[in-house]
């Protein structure tokens, strides 16, 4: 038996409702859970409609009501127990209730023919996962996800978010959509989005916008060209940058190392499937079987060499004091305790 299944079991069928209401131009998103009974019009990622056979379900239907408890589907509720316990026990400490904006929203995609949505994280395999959106939503448009160029994948008129929804439209799809994200280790994910923003020569907008910005604050006695370029920022910078109480002041983090729990929100949106990128494959297959795909679609996996791995993000924080260890564990906190990832080994936390 897989070690994921040994996980203790907390079934809990019972509804929660969800109220979307409007407070001005803001969103307050509360909770909910469940979809409602009818049968939906799936289309086949190759553009074909298939209409669903008298009495099948929706995804929601499928995922909490299973004609067959499969240990993937204890796993899940699992782990949906997990980020609820984590909310609630973190209530007392966090900020009171916030209000949502739109812009709130922005990460969420919908697809509107299978009733699913998709919260999408930087450096979690979003890609992919974009490109599997778009071929689900592209009404036959698309058939192999991995014929997308990647910088198509991430055009953002190609793919609806709930943001551009009026605020019923909103409600009416946290109601009776699948909502799920993708999450990974915080650190091998920060590790990862350093290894991609700053030490790739290609990302030369990365260097200005930030890296220039790091380089002035971070370091003593940076050269004019270092100040200019922005090219070479050391992890031991970037990581003096996310703690510094300055930048947490200024703007909100770039989503390629924002929390995701500052991305998604998943104490104020109920999220039915977690998915991590430790069982990337497993889970993708999981939820397009939950959509009534999974005979037409596979999410696309290939061995990637350049792989931000547990040992690299070991090496990484060897030179990062017990201090700013500390600190950078506090400031992605809820993620390690809300995805239930141990505190790494490696760790010197004061």
Same mark, same amino acid.
């Given at each position: 038996?897989?070690?994921?299944?040994?996980?203790v079991m907390r079934m809990?069928?019972?509804c929660?409702m969800?109220?979307v209401?409007?407070?001005?131009?803001?969103i307050?998103?509360i909770f909910y859970?469940q979809?409602?009974?009818?049968?939906?019009?799936?289309?086949n990622?190759?553009g074909?409609?298939?209409c669903c056979?008298k009495?099948?379900?929706?995804p929601l239907?499928?995922?909490y009501?299973?004609t067959q408890l499969?240990?993937t589907?204890?796993?899940?509720?699992?782990? !949906?127990?997990?980020?609820?316990d984590t909310?609630?026990a973190?209530?007392?400490?966090s900020?009171?209730? !916030?209000?949502?904006?739109?812009?709130?929203l922005?990460?969420?995609?919908?697809d509107e023919?299978?009733?699913?949505?998709?919260?999408?994280v930087?450096?979690v395999a979003?890609t992919?996962w974009k490109r599997?959106?778009m071929v689900l939503?592209g009404?036959g448009k698309?058939?192999?996800?991995?014929?997308i160029p990647?910088?198509e994948?991430h055009v953002s008129s190609?793919?609806?978010?709930?943001?551009?929804y009026s605020?019923?439209?909103i409600?009416?799809?946290?109601?009776?959509?699948?909502?799920?994200?993708?999450? !990974?280790?915080?650190?091998e !994910?920060?590790?990862?989005?350093?290894r991609?923003?700053?030490?790739?020569?290609?990302?030369?907008?990365?260097?200005?916008r930030?890296g220039?910005?790091i380089?002035r604050?971070q370091r003593k006695?940076?050269?004019?060209e270092?100040l200019?370029k922005?090219?070479?920022v050391?992890?031991?910078?970037?990581v003096a940058?996310?703690i510094?109480?300055?930048?947490?002041?200024?703007?909100?983090?770039n989503?390629?190392?924002?929390?995701?729990?500052?991305?998604?929100?998943p104490c104020?949106?109920?999220y039915?499937?977690i998915?991590?990128?430790?069982?990337l494959?497993e889970?993708s297959?999981?939820i397009?079987q939950?959509?009534g795909?999974?005979n037409?679609?596979?999410?696309?996996t290939?061995?990637?060499s350049?792989?931000t791995?547990?040992?690299?993000?070991t090496?990484?924080?060897?030179?990062?004091?017990s201090?700013?260890?500390?600190?950078?564990y506090?400031?992605?906190?809820?993620?390690?305790?809300?995805?239930?990832y141990s505190?790494p080994s490696?760790?010197k936390?004061e």
């Amino acid at each position: 038996m897989k070690p994921a299944v040994l996980e203790v079991m907390r079934m809990n069928r019972v509804c929660r409702m969800v109220l979307v209401t409007s407070v001005g131009s803001f969103i307050l998103v509360i909770f909910y859970f469940q979809s409602m009974l009818h049968p939906v019009m799936r289309r086949n990622p190759f553009g074909m409609d298939i209409c669903c056979r008298k009495g099948s379900r929706s995804p929601l239907q499928e995922l909490y009501n299973p004609t067959q408890l499969s240990n993937t589907a204890i796993l899940h509720q699992i782990r !949906r127990d997990q980020v609820t316990d984590t909310c609630r026990a973190n209530s007392v400490s966090s900020k009171k209730r !916030r209000v949502l904006t739109p812009n709130d929203l922005k990460h969420l995609v919908v697809d509107e023919d299978h009733e699913m949505i998709y919260c999408y994280v930087p450096k979690v395999a979003c890609t992919n996962w974009k490109r599997v959106m778009m071929v689900l939503t592209g009404r036959g448009k698309y058939s192999d996800p991995m014929e997308i160029p990647a910088n198509e994948a991430h055009v953002s008129s190609n793919l609806k978010t709930l943001n551009q929804y009026s605020i019923p439209e909103i409600n009416h799809r946290l109601k009776n959509y699948m909502k799920f994200l993708f999450v !990974r280790e915080p650190f091998e !994910r920060l590790v990862s989005a350093y290894r991609n923003k700053f030490t790739q020569k290609y990302n030369t907008s990365f260097h200005k916008r930030y890296g220039t910005k790091i380089v002035r604050r971070q370091r003593k006695n940076a050269t004019q060209e270092a100040l200019r370029k922005g090219d070479d920022v050391k992890f031991e910078e970037f990581v003096a940058y996310l703690i510094d109480p300055h930048t947490q002041r200024e703007e909100p983090f770039n989503e390629h190392w924002q929390t995701v729990y500052s991305l998604c929100h998943p104490c104020h949106i109920h999220y039915d499937l977690i998915g991590k990128y430790e069982t990337l494959e497993e889970d993708s297959n999981y939820i397009l079987q939950l959509a009534g795909v999974g005979n037409y679609l596979k999410f696309p996996t290939y061995a990637k060499s350049t792989r931000t791995t547990d040992e690299m993000t070991t090496e990484f924080f060897q030179n990062i004091s017990s201090e700013h260890q500390t600190q950078l564990y506090e400031v992605y906190k809820l993620d390690f305790l809300m995805f239930n990832y141990s505190v790494p080994s490696y760790l010197k936390l004061e």
